[in-house]
Protein backbone atom coordinates (compact mmCIF):
# COMPACT_ATOMS: atom_id res chain seq x y z
CA UNK A 1 0.00 0.00 0.00
CA UNK A 2 1.36 3.15 -1.19
CA UNK A 3 2.28 6.36 1.59
CA UNK A 4 1.12 9.76 0.22
CA UNK A 5 1.93 12.69 2.15
CA UNK A 6 0.39 15.68 -0.09
CA UNK A 7 3.32 18.32 2.04
CA UNK A 8 6.21 16.30 1.31
CA UNK A 9 8.92 17.98 -0.44
CA UNK A 10 9.05 14.80 -3.22
CA UNK A 11 5.39 14.97 -3.57
CA UNK A 12 5.19 18.90 -3.69
CA UNK A 13 8.51 19.30 -6.37
CA UNK A 14 6.64 16.21 -8.61
CA UNK A 15 3.24 14.71 -7.77
CA UNK A 16 2.60 12.78 -10.85
CA UNK A 17 4.55 9.63 -9.78
CA UNK A 18 2.87 9.46 -6.50
CA UNK A 19 -0.46 10.18 -8.23
CA UNK A 20 -0.11 7.16 -10.75
CA UNK A 21 0.83 5.01 -7.68
CA UNK A 22 -2.48 6.12 -6.12
CA UNK A 23 -4.39 5.41 -9.54
CA UNK A 24 -2.96 1.71 -10.03
CA UNK A 25 -2.80 0.81 -6.40
CA UNK A 26 -4.94 2.39 -4.05
CA UNK A 27 -7.48 4.28 -5.70
CA UNK A 28 -9.70 5.16 -2.77
CA UNK A 29 -6.84 5.97 -0.06
CA UNK A 30 -7.16 6.56 3.33
CA UNK A 31 -4.03 8.44 4.97
CA UNK A 32 -4.50 7.94 8.74
CA UNK A 33 -2.11 11.08 9.83
CA UNK A 34 -4.23 13.29 8.17
CA UNK A 35 -7.19 11.68 8.30
CA UNK A 36 -8.81 12.49 4.80
CA UNK A 37 -9.35 9.88 1.57
CA UNK A 38 -7.84 11.11 -1.65
CA UNK A 39 -9.81 10.04 -5.16
CA UNK A 40 -7.49 10.07 -8.24
CA UNK A 41 -9.07 8.43 -11.08
CA UNK A 42 -10.77 10.64 -13.52
CA UNK A 43 -14.04 8.82 -13.39
CA UNK A 44 -14.29 8.94 -9.97
CA UNK A 45 -13.40 12.33 -9.44
CA UNK A 46 -15.97 13.62 -11.87
CA UNK A 47 -18.38 12.04 -10.25
CA UNK A 48 -17.86 13.36 -7.28
CA UNK A 49 -18.24 16.78 -8.13
CA UNK A 50 -21.45 15.89 -9.82
CA UNK A 51 -22.56 14.61 -6.69
CA UNK A 52 -22.79 17.90 -4.54
CA UNK A 53 -25.89 16.04 -2.13
CA UNK A 54 -23.33 13.05 -1.62
CA UNK A 55 -19.96 15.23 -1.32
CA UNK A 56 -20.49 18.43 0.13
CA UNK A 57 -18.20 21.67 0.68
CA UNK A 58 -19.67 23.26 3.66
CA UNK A 59 -17.00 22.00 5.77
CA UNK A 60 -14.15 23.26 4.46
CA UNK A 61 -12.30 22.56 0.83
CA UNK A 62 -8.71 21.67 2.44
CA UNK A 63 -7.16 18.61 4.07
CA UNK A 64 -7.54 20.82 7.32
CA UNK A 65 -10.60 21.82 6.86
CA UNK A 66 -9.67 25.44 7.64
CA UNK A 67 -11.69 28.45 6.65
CA UNK A 68 -15.06 26.39 6.65
CA UNK A 69 -16.71 29.15 9.22
CA UNK A 70 -15.74 31.65 6.64
CA UNK A 71 -18.65 32.19 4.00
CA UNK A 72 -16.88 32.03 0.70
CA UNK A 73 -18.94 30.77 -2.13
CA UNK A 74 -16.38 27.68 -2.77
CA UNK A 75 -17.31 26.67 0.71
CA UNK A 76 -20.97 27.00 0.97
CA UNK A 77 -23.89 24.72 -0.37
CA UNK A 78 -27.21 25.18 -1.25
CA UNK A 79 -29.35 27.01 -0.83
CA UNK A 80 -26.99 29.79 0.28
CA UNK A 81 -24.42 28.76 -2.75
CA UNK A 82 -27.53 29.07 -4.98
CA UNK A 83 -28.07 32.58 -4.52
CA UNK A 84 -24.62 33.85 -3.54
CA UNK A 85 -23.40 32.03 -7.10
CA UNK A 86 -26.14 33.56 -8.96
CA UNK A 87 -25.33 36.96 -7.89
CA UNK A 88 -21.59 36.60 -8.60
CA UNK A 89 -22.31 35.30 -11.86
CA UNK A 90 -23.45 38.67 -12.97
CA UNK A 91 -20.31 39.95 -12.88
CA UNK A 92 -18.26 37.37 -15.44
CA UNK A 93 -20.63 37.64 -18.02
CA UNK A 94 -18.87 36.58 -21.25
CA UNK A 95 -19.47 40.68 -22.56
CA UNK A 96 -17.91 42.35 -19.47
CA UNK A 97 -14.82 39.68 -19.96
CA UNK A 98 -14.43 40.32 -23.51
CA UNK A 99 -14.63 43.89 -22.55
CA UNK A 100 -11.12 43.17 -20.44
CA UNK A 101 -9.24 42.05 -23.48
CA UNK A 102 -7.91 45.43 -24.42
CA UNK A 103 -6.84 46.47 -20.97
CA UNK A 104 -5.30 42.79 -20.68
CA UNK A 105 -3.46 43.13 -23.63
CA UNK A 106 -2.24 46.60 -22.59
CA UNK A 107 -1.00 45.82 -19.07
CA UNK A 108 0.87 42.52 -20.53
CA UNK A 109 2.67 44.89 -22.82
CA UNK A 110 4.04 46.84 -20.53
CA UNK A 111 5.48 44.36 -18.00
CA UNK A 112 6.79 42.45 -20.83
CA UNK A 113 8.28 45.43 -22.56
CA UNK A 114 10.04 46.54 -18.83
CA UNK A 115 11.85 42.95 -19.88
CA UNK A 116 13.04 43.67 -22.79
CA UNK A 117 16.69 44.09 -23.29
CA UNK A 118 17.25 41.88 -19.98
CA UNK A 119 19.86 39.30 -19.69
CA UNK A 120 17.25 37.42 -17.97
CA UNK A 121 14.23 38.61 -16.23
CA UNK A 122 11.38 36.26 -13.46
CA UNK A 123 8.62 35.36 -15.17
CA UNK A 124 6.77 35.57 -11.84
CA UNK A 125 7.81 38.53 -10.11
CA UNK A 126 8.41 40.77 -12.95
CA UNK A 127 5.01 39.55 -14.84
CA UNK A 128 3.15 36.31 -14.10
CA UNK A 129 1.58 37.47 -10.63
CA UNK A 130 1.34 41.24 -11.61
CA UNK A 131 -1.21 40.75 -14.60
CA UNK A 132 -3.79 39.06 -13.22
CA UNK A 133 -3.64 40.75 -9.95
CA UNK A 134 -3.78 44.26 -11.30
CA UNK A 135 -6.64 42.22 -13.45
CA UNK A 136 -9.07 41.41 -10.84
CA UNK A 137 -7.72 44.20 -8.93
CA UNK A 138 -9.57 46.86 -11.67
CA UNK A 139 -12.48 44.62 -11.32
CA UNK A 140 -12.88 44.22 -7.11
CA UNK A 141 -11.32 47.75 -6.94
CA UNK A 142 -8.42 46.94 -5.31
CA UNK A 143 -5.66 49.86 -4.96
CA UNK A 144 -2.63 50.07 -6.66
CA UNK A 145 -0.61 50.23 -3.36
CA UNK A 146 -2.01 47.19 -1.25
CA UNK A 147 -1.19 44.64 -4.25
CA UNK A 148 2.36 43.62 -3.01
CA UNK A 149 1.04 43.31 0.05
CA UNK A 150 -2.00 40.76 -0.95
CA UNK A 151 0.34 39.01 -2.80
CA UNK A 152 2.56 38.41 -0.12
CA UNK A 153 -0.17 37.89 2.51
CA UNK A 154 -1.92 35.07 0.20
CA UNK A 155 1.33 33.45 -0.77
CA UNK A 156 2.16 33.00 3.25
CA UNK A 157 -1.73 32.17 4.08
CA UNK A 158 -1.10 29.31 1.29
CA UNK A 159 1.71 27.37 2.78
CA UNK A 160 1.21 23.95 5.10
CA UNK A 161 3.81 22.01 7.28
CA UNK A 162 4.52 19.33 6.11
CA UNK A 163 5.13 17.47 9.90
CA UNK A 164 2.33 14.87 10.10
CA UNK A 165 1.89 16.11 13.59
CA UNK A 166 0.86 19.52 12.50
CA UNK A 167 -2.24 17.31 10.43
CA UNK A 168 -1.78 19.66 7.35
CA UNK A 169 -2.57 22.75 10.30
CA UNK A 170 -1.73 25.74 8.85
CA UNK A 171 1.33 27.58 10.74
CA UNK A 172 1.41 30.52 13.01
CA UNK A 173 2.74 32.90 9.87
CA UNK A 174 -0.09 31.47 7.89
CA UNK A 175 -2.63 31.84 10.22
CA UNK A 176 -1.47 35.40 10.57
CA UNK A 177 -1.32 36.18 7.13
CA UNK A 178 -4.91 34.92 6.77
CA UNK A 179 -6.13 36.88 9.30
CA UNK A 180 -3.89 39.98 8.15
CA UNK A 181 -5.77 39.69 4.60
CA UNK A 182 -9.34 39.31 5.75
CA UNK A 183 -8.58 42.55 8.32
CA UNK A 184 -7.18 44.31 5.10
CA UNK A 185 -10.40 43.60 3.03
CA UNK A 186 -12.85 44.38 5.74
CA UNK A 187 -11.21 47.84 6.35
CA UNK A 188 -11.99 48.16 2.18
CA UNK A 189 -15.84 46.74 2.46
CA UNK A 190 -16.08 49.14 5.13
CA UNK A 191 -14.78 52.26 3.49
CA UNK A 192 -16.43 51.54 0.06
CA UNK A 193 -19.75 51.49 1.64
CA UNK A 194 -19.29 55.06 2.80
CA UNK A 195 -17.37 56.19 -0.47
CA UNK A 196 -18.90 53.20 -3.37
CA UNK A 197 -17.01 53.20 -6.78
CA UNK A 198 -17.57 51.56 -9.59
CA UNK A 199 -16.53 48.19 -8.96
CA UNK A 200 -17.62 44.75 -8.35
CA UNK A 201 -17.31 45.00 -4.33
CA UNK A 202 -19.54 48.36 -4.36
CA UNK A 203 -21.98 46.63 -6.17
CA UNK A 204 -21.59 43.42 -3.80
CA UNK A 205 -22.81 46.58 -1.32
CA UNK A 206 -25.74 47.89 -3.11
CA UNK A 207 -27.31 44.14 -4.04
CA UNK A 208 -30.23 42.89 -2.57
CA UNK A 209 -30.76 39.08 -1.82
CA UNK A 210 -34.19 37.91 -1.35
CA UNK A 211 -34.85 34.68 0.10
CA UNK A 212 -37.41 31.90 -0.62
CA UNK A 213 -40.09 33.13 1.66
CA UNK A 214 -39.83 36.66 -0.15
CA UNK A 215 -37.76 38.53 2.28
CA UNK A 216 -35.47 40.95 0.91
CA UNK A 217 -31.96 41.89 2.48
CA UNK A 218 -28.85 43.34 1.66
CA UNK A 219 -25.46 41.21 2.06
CA UNK A 220 -23.27 41.69 5.31
CA UNK A 221 -20.43 43.39 5.41
CA UNK A 222 -18.94 39.59 6.53
CA UNK A 223 -20.06 37.60 3.91
CA UNK A 224 -19.05 40.65 1.26
CA UNK A 225 -15.56 40.55 3.15
CA UNK A 226 -15.13 36.82 2.12
CA UNK A 227 -15.97 37.07 -1.26
CA UNK A 228 -13.70 40.12 -1.43
CA UNK A 229 -10.84 37.95 -0.28
CA UNK A 230 -11.74 34.96 -2.10
CA UNK A 231 -11.82 36.94 -5.81
CA UNK A 232 -8.40 39.10 -5.24
CA UNK A 233 -6.83 35.61 -4.01
CA UNK A 234 -8.29 32.87 -6.51
CA UNK A 235 -8.36 35.70 -8.89
CA UNK A 236 -4.35 36.03 -9.16
CA UNK A 237 -3.02 32.82 -8.01
CA UNK A 238 -4.35 29.95 -10.42
CA UNK A 239 -3.51 32.27 -13.60
CA UNK A 240 -0.23 33.14 -12.03
CA UNK A 241 0.66 29.33 -11.56
CA UNK A 242 -0.56 28.30 -14.68
CA UNK A 243 1.57 31.27 -16.67
CA UNK A 244 4.69 30.01 -14.77
CA UNK A 245 3.86 26.20 -14.66
CA UNK A 246 2.82 26.70 -18.96
CA UNK A 247 6.28 28.70 -19.39
CA UNK A 248 8.12 25.33 -17.90
CA UNK A 249 6.13 23.37 -20.18
CA UNK A 250 6.97 25.09 -23.50
CA UNK A 251 10.40 24.84 -22.23
CA UNK A 252 10.15 21.10 -21.76
CA UNK A 253 8.66 20.97 -25.67
CA UNK A 254 10.56 23.82 -27.27
CA UNK A 255 9.54 22.42 -30.83
CA UNK A 256 6.13 23.06 -29.47
CA UNK A 257 7.00 26.59 -28.22
CA UNK A 258 8.57 27.07 -31.77
CA UNK A 259 5.09 25.87 -33.47
CA UNK A 260 2.73 28.71 -30.96
CA UNK A 261 5.19 31.32 -32.61
CA UNK A 262 5.04 30.19 -35.85
CA UNK A 263 1.18 30.00 -35.34
CA UNK A 264 -0.46 31.75 -32.49
CA UNK A 265 -3.88 31.04 -33.54
CA UNK A 266 -2.92 27.83 -31.31
CA UNK A 267 -2.23 29.40 -28.16
CA UNK A 268 -6.16 28.78 -27.06
CA UNK A 269 -5.79 24.71 -27.27
CA UNK A 270 -2.03 25.16 -25.97
CA UNK A 271 -3.73 26.64 -22.98
CA UNK A 272 -5.88 23.55 -22.44
CA UNK A 273 -3.20 21.86 -22.64
CA UNK A 274 -1.28 23.45 -20.02
CA UNK A 275 -3.59 23.50 -17.79
CA UNK A 276 -4.46 19.68 -18.28
CA UNK A 277 -0.47 18.98 -17.98
CA UNK A 278 0.23 20.54 -14.44
CA UNK A 279 -2.91 21.87 -12.78
CA UNK A 280 -2.42 24.86 -11.09
CA UNK A 281 -4.97 24.02 -8.44
CA UNK A 282 -4.56 20.24 -8.05
CA UNK A 283 -6.95 19.16 -5.09
CA UNK A 284 -10.56 20.16 -4.52
CA UNK A 285 -11.65 18.95 -0.94
CA UNK A 286 -15.00 17.59 0.04
CA UNK A 287 -17.10 15.89 3.08
CA UNK A 288 -19.51 13.07 2.45
CA UNK A 289 -23.14 13.17 3.46
CA UNK A 290 -23.34 9.23 3.95
CA UNK A 291 -21.24 5.84 3.21
CA UNK A 292 -19.36 5.51 -0.41
CA UNK A 293 -18.93 2.45 -1.72
CA UNK A 294 -15.96 2.48 -4.49
CA UNK A 295 -13.41 -0.18 -5.60
CA UNK A 296 -14.00 -2.30 -3.03
CA UNK A 297 -13.34 0.08 -0.25
CA UNK A 298 -16.15 2.16 2.00
CA UNK A 299 -15.29 5.84 2.98
CA UNK A 300 -17.91 6.47 5.49
CA UNK A 301 -19.88 9.31 5.98
CA UNK A 302 -18.74 12.63 8.20
CA UNK A 303 -15.14 12.14 5.90
CA UNK A 304 -12.58 14.08 4.39
CA UNK A 305 -12.27 13.39 0.87
CA UNK A 306 -9.59 15.23 -1.37
CA UNK A 307 -10.75 14.95 -5.28
CA UNK A 308 -7.89 15.43 -6.97
CA UNK A 309 -8.36 17.20 -10.62
CA UNK A 310 -4.36 17.16 -11.14
CA UNK A 311 -3.98 13.32 -10.97
CA UNK A 312 -7.34 12.56 -12.68
CA UNK A 313 -5.81 14.70 -15.64
CA UNK A 314 -3.04 12.07 -16.08
CA UNK A 315 -5.31 9.17 -15.65
CA UNK A 316 -4.10 6.73 -18.67
CA UNK A 317 -7.32 5.35 -18.45
CA UNK A 318 -8.91 8.78 -19.90
CA UNK A 319 -5.98 10.19 -21.53
CA UNK A 320 -3.42 8.63 -24.41
CA UNK A 321 0.36 9.34 -22.94
CA UNK A 322 -0.82 11.53 -20.43
CA UNK A 323 2.44 12.12 -19.08
CA UNK A 324 3.16 13.92 -22.68
CA UNK A 325 2.35 17.29 -23.05
CA UNK A 326 0.69 18.17 -26.42
CA UNK A 327 -0.69 21.07 -27.52
CA UNK A 328 -2.29 19.02 -30.44
CA UNK A 329 -4.22 16.87 -28.23
CA UNK A 330 -8.09 16.09 -29.27
CA UNK A 331 -9.82 18.17 -26.09
CA UNK A 332 -10.92 15.22 -23.41
CA UNK A 333 -12.77 17.07 -20.61
CA UNK A 334 -9.86 17.84 -18.67
CA UNK A 335 -10.94 18.25 -15.08
CA UNK A 336 -8.93 22.40 -14.66
CA UNK A 337 -12.08 24.61 -13.64
CA UNK A 338 -14.29 21.90 -11.83
CA UNK A 339 -17.49 20.89 -12.88
CA UNK A 340 -21.30 21.02 -12.12
CA UNK A 341 -22.19 23.52 -9.40
CA UNK A 342 -18.81 24.65 -8.08
CA UNK A 343 -17.10 25.65 -11.42
CA UNK A 344 -15.04 28.68 -11.55
CA UNK A 345 -17.13 31.38 -11.89
CA UNK A 346 -13.45 33.15 -13.34
CA UNK A 347 -12.64 30.22 -15.92
CA UNK A 348 -13.42 32.99 -19.23
CA UNK A 349 -11.15 35.50 -17.39
CA UNK A 350 -8.51 33.31 -16.58
CA UNK A 351 -8.34 31.48 -19.86
CA UNK A 352 -7.85 34.99 -21.80
CA UNK A 353 -5.44 36.36 -19.47
CA UNK A 354 -3.62 33.15 -19.81
CA UNK A 355 -3.78 32.98 -23.44
CA UNK A 356 -3.03 36.74 -24.00
CA UNK A 357 -0.14 36.52 -21.58
CA UNK A 358 1.78 33.75 -23.64
CA UNK A 359 0.75 35.44 -27.06
CA UNK A 360 2.58 38.28 -26.07
CA UNK A 361 5.59 36.74 -23.98
CA UNK A 362 6.04 34.42 -27.07
CA UNK A 363 5.50 37.39 -29.64
CA UNK A 364 8.83 38.70 -27.38
CA UNK A 365 10.45 36.51 -26.11
CA UNK A 366 10.53 33.30 -28.93
CA UNK A 367 13.61 31.67 -27.93
CA UNK A 368 14.18 31.31 -23.91
CA UNK A 369 15.86 29.29 -21.26
CA UNK A 370 15.53 28.72 -17.97
CA UNK A 371 17.83 29.07 -15.27
CA UNK A 372 16.88 25.47 -12.68
CA UNK A 373 19.15 26.53 -10.06
CA UNK A 374 16.76 29.68 -9.97
CA UNK A 375 13.05 28.04 -9.63
CA UNK A 376 11.19 28.20 -6.36
CA UNK A 377 8.36 26.15 -5.91
CA UNK A 378 6.68 26.92 -2.54
CA UNK A 379 4.90 24.37 -0.17
CA UNK A 380 1.50 24.63 -0.30
CA UNK A 381 -1.63 22.57 -0.48
CA UNK A 382 -4.20 23.91 -2.60
CA UNK A 383 -2.14 25.38 -5.50
CA UNK A 384 0.92 24.25 -7.48
CA UNK A 385 3.12 26.97 -8.88
CA UNK A 386 6.41 28.61 -8.20
CA UNK A 387 7.56 31.87 -6.93
CA UNK A 388 10.71 32.46 -8.73
CA UNK A 389 11.22 31.17 -12.42
CA UNK A 390 14.32 33.26 -14.00
CA UNK A 391 13.81 33.33 -17.92
CA UNK A 392 16.98 33.64 -20.41
CA UNK A 393 16.12 35.13 -23.97
CA UNK A 394 18.20 33.44 -26.65
CA UNK A 395 18.74 35.71 -29.35
Known amino acids: MPYFNPYAPEVQRDPYPHFQ ?16 YALTRYDDVLAALLDPATFISGMGVTIDGGGREIPFLISTD ?21 ELEPFIRRIASQYLDAARGRDRFDVIHDFAWRLPLDVISELIGLPPELRQTIRDLSTRAGARDPDPAMRGRMSDDANAAAMGMMKLFHELVVERRKRPQDDIISILIAA ?9 RKLSDELITAQFQLLAVAGHETVTNLIGNGTVALWCYPEQRAELVRDPSLVPVAVEEMLRWDNPAPPSGRWTTRDVELHGTTIPANSRVMLYTASANHDERHFEKPELFDIHRASDRPLVFGFGIHRCLGASLARLEVRIAFEELLARFPNYDIDESGLVRPPAQLMRGLTNLPLIPIP
Do not use: I
Not at 21 to 36: M, Q
Not at 78 to 98: A, Y
Not at 208 to 216: I, Q
Open 21 to 36: RLRDEAPVYFNPEFEF
Open 78 to 98: PPDHTWLRKLLSRLFTPRRVG
Open 208 to 216: EVTDDDGNT
